[in-house]
């Protein structure tokens, strides 16, 4: 699954096993704290991402900033959507207001008075102006591809104008964090600069850096919120998975983000008072991708009847470790509780289980047959299917051979490949390919999700490379209408009649097979300190590198 592949912030990779930082008496994670004698005042935070980047640029993915999540305890947006709950409205931050005008194709904000820089400079309207500015001067800074059009500000007031309605991406417009304009404008080049001082509106300031450490100091004065009781944060990047659960078991680290197998047992089991797994979906989600152009499954009616015999229960437990990517049921595709309100009418509570008895219905009544116990399709070959995924990717090893089992249930015979990784990436996006365990896009509306299953925009010829999505090749004119109205409509009611028909092509014809959700987790320590997100309160995501970390670090009180 994405959520352990690439040495990067959310996703970090299964790496190899060396010994951890905590293990050096350098390791600044164990030294304050044991330092310390007036009640906890460092909060210690993990992540299994290896040698780091050292560099603050917080633009930079590659960055240790990004890998760490601390960018977000220095720069702030200028409002915190939650990524647990998308539905809510978004708590107001730098902007104390804003208002969507022109079909969502303009937004004006109102700033927030008393806001300053860590310099002790105010934030103005032309730090906030240039901050949207520079991501359309600077296309490489634009990761969210914010299609602006112009900025301007004056007073307490910014508007920015788009060239095409943002309804789909407001959360992203939203988290757009602010920049000084004085620093960011005299740079050689903001798209590589590593920013030995980062400058922000943040609780936190920069006091150290090396390629695997990171500490922050809660700023002395002038933070136009409550300051944080956390007085430093110490980030440790570890060499993976195995060492960075070491760290949170033996409590060198309090916070993190990693896959653990067999979490309840070697984690929370531990210390059961303190150590949680606070893992909430979000809306995106991992499941069977199918390439639609090759023979037999182009047949909607064969990719229906293999997702009524997949059984989603047994990869949340076995593949997910019964905790990390929350079950998806829902007929939708669409995670729940997250997407709840999504849901069209017609399908609110239907849910997929498994159903062989129904699923052979489906296929004989659409012309296969059975050989004994063999499928053969209308034109009288067996079906076989080839499932691909890395070999190192354990998680969705395991998923797929229990997808491999569910299959012969119905009379096909799945083979398992297990791909280089490499090898892989560049097969799936070429549709050099027949079924893997993939993931799709995420966002504050169904619309990213969607989008990237089955949008024709991104529909590219077998061979060549598809980027943004539809690894399927599904193509269908009327769902690329439908997305498109969606993220158009200039009304609810245009944009309910849209998700109705997007959702209506996911549950008929099948072109993904979404199996487990997104999540935005966590796995944390409530030895120190309280006020963290839970299932009874879920105010933010859980994650250490999104913008709603600075949320809960301004949530934590120390543990009496």
């Not at 951890?20 to 008496?25: D, I, K, P, R, V």
């Not at 989603?312 to 437990?317: C, G, M, Q, S």
């Not at 997007?502 to 099948?510: A, G, H, R, S």
Request: glycine share 8%; charged share 15%.
């Amino acid at each position: 699954m994405r959520v352990n592949r690439t040495a990067t912030a959310i996703f970090a990779g299964g790496l190899a096993i060396t010994c951890l930082a905590a293990c050096s008496s350098s390791n600044p994670g164990s030294k304050s704290n044991s330092g310390s004698s007036s009640g906890a005042t460092v909060l210690k935070i993990g992540m299994p991402d290896a040698t780091l980047t050292a560099n603050n640029n917080p633009y930079l993915n590659s960055s240790a900033a990004a890998a760490l999540g601390y960018r977000f305890m220095i720069y702030e947006p200028m409002a915190m959507p939650n990524d647990a709950n998308p539905a809510a409205a978004a708590k107001p931050w730098l902007a104390s207001a804003w208002s969507w005008t022109n079909n969502y194709k303009t937004v004006t904000f109102t700033l927030r008075s008393g806001v300053t820089f860590s310099d002790g400079t105010p934030m103005t309207a032309d730090d906030v102006a240039y901050s949207f500015q520079i991501l359309k001067d600077k296309p490489a800074l634009n990761f969210n591809a914010l299609d602006i059009a112009s900025t301007s500000g004056s007073g307490s007031t910014v508007t920015v104008n788009f060239n095409t309605s943002q309804f789909v991406t407001q959360a992203k417009v939203l988290k757009t964090f602010v920049i000084q304009k004085k620093q960011w404008s005299a740079m050689a080049d903001p798209t590589t600069d590593v920013v030995a001082n980062p400058i922000g509106t943040g609780p936190y300031t920069l006091k150290s850096i090396n390629t695997q450490n990171a500490i922050l100091d809660a700023r002395a004065s002038g933070y136009w919120q409550t300051a944080p009781k956390v007085k430093e944060l110490q980030y440790t990047s570890y060499s993976g998975n195995d060492t960075m659960t070491t760290a949170l078991t033996s409590g060198a680290a309090e916070w993190s983000y990693v896959f653990i197998p067999n979490a309840k047992t070697i984690y929370a089991a531990k210390d059961p008072a303190h150590n949680h797994l606070f893992f909430p979906p979000n809306l995106s989600a991992d499941g069977l991708w199918i390439n639609t152009t090759v023979k037999p499954f182009d047949n909607a009616a064969l990719r229906g009847a293999m997702a009524m015999v997949i059984n989603r229960e047994d990869i949340f437990n076995q593949g997910e470790s019964g905790y990390f990517k929350p079950l998806v049921n829902s007929v939708t595709g669409l995670p729940t509780p997250a997407g709840n309100s999504f849901i069209s009418p017609q399908y609110a509570g239907k849910t997929a289980s498994v159903d062989v008895a129904g699923a052979k219905a489906k296929l004989t009544a659409a012309g296969f047959k059975y050989n004994g116990s063999t499928l053969v399709d209308p034109s009288g070959k067996p079906v076989t299917i080839t499932l691909t995924d890395p070999a190192g990717w354990s998680d969705y090893q395991t998923d797929l051979s229990i997808i491999a089992d569910n299959f012969s249930q119905i009379g096909i015979k799945a083979t398992i490949d297990k791909a280089d990784e490499n090898a892989w990436t560049k097969a799936i996006g070429a549709g050099n390919f027949q079924a893997a365990m993939h993931w799709t896009n995420g966002g504050s509306t169904p619309y990213d999700f969607y989008e990237n299953i089955m949008d024709g925009a991104n529909l590219k010829p077998i061979g060549t490379d598809s980027p943004n999505g539809n690894y399927g090749r599904f193509n269908s004119p009327q769902a690329t209408q439908a997305l498109k109205d969606y993220a158009n409509a200039a009304d609810d009611a245009s944009r309910a009649k849209a998700l109705s028909t997007i959702e209506d092509i996911m549950v008929q014809q099948t072109p993904m097979i979404p199996t487990s959700a997104g999540n935005v987790g966590a796995e944390y320590s409530t030895k120190n300190w309280t006020g963290w997100p839970d299932d009874s309160n879920v105010y933010a995501g859980g994650q250490p590198t999104i913008p709603n970390a600075l949320q809960v670090v301004l949530s934590l009180t120390p543990a009496k």
